[in-house]
């Protein structure tokens, strides 16, 4: 699953467009009698994943926030061509984050992408592998312009 969000300091300027792909779910709770339907739902600011039911309300089964500040950090270094897998920085769970282990920004194919293992809150298990990217749009201010 993949969403692309566009995102704004206010609703007139636009910095450019955040790729998140949500790779897989593992170990999530189960909310139907042996499996669940999972799906996640995206808001800016977090992420919440249900499980589908066809006769009833869905379930929600956890969720979990990205923190984008060291994924920002890395853009705003403006760095040029590196070699494929070289790491920019390193991110390690804490009580702050939503991390279930380390996650690092990483220069891919002429892009900065960082993949994070998220723990759910608020379920007895689960977590999601995702990944996010920054495509500047033309004509946008892009992240040079962000306060951290």
């Known amino acids: 699953m993949m969403a692309n969000s566009c ?13 998140l792909r949500i790779k897989r779910g593992v170990n999530l709770a189960i909310r139907d ?5 999972p799906y996640v739902v995206v ?9 589908k039911d066809t006769f009833s309300v869905d379930d929600k089964m956890g969720e979990a926030e990205i ?3 060291p ?33 690092s920004c990483i220069w ?3 892009k900065i ?8 809150r608020n379920v007895e298990s689960g977590e999601i592998l995702v990944e996010i990217e920054w495509v500047d749009v033309v004509g946008c201010k892009g992240l040079s312009e962000v306060e951290l």
Do not use: H, W
């Not at 995102?7 to 790729?19: E, H």
């Not at 808001?43 to 499980?51: E, F, H, L, P, R």
């Not at 790491?87 to 009580?95: A, G, N, T, V, W």
């Not at 992408?113 to 759910?120: D, G």
């Open 33 to 37: 009698a042996r499996t669940s339907d």
């Open 7 to 19: 995102v704004s300091m206010d609703n007139n300027n636009i910095l450019g467009l955040l790729k």
């Open 113 to 120: 992408v960082q993949e994070m293992f998220l723990r759910l």
């Open 67 to 69: 923190d984008l500040k």
């Open 71 to 103: 994924y920002v950090q890395c853009k705003q270094m403006g760095l040029g061509k590196l070699p494929n897998g070289c790491s920019l920085k390193r991110i390690q769970p804490d009580r702050t984050n939503y991390l279930a282990e380390e996650s």
């Open 43 to 51: 808001n800016m600011g977090d992420q919440t994943v249900y499980d």
């Open 108 to 110: 891919q194919n002429g």
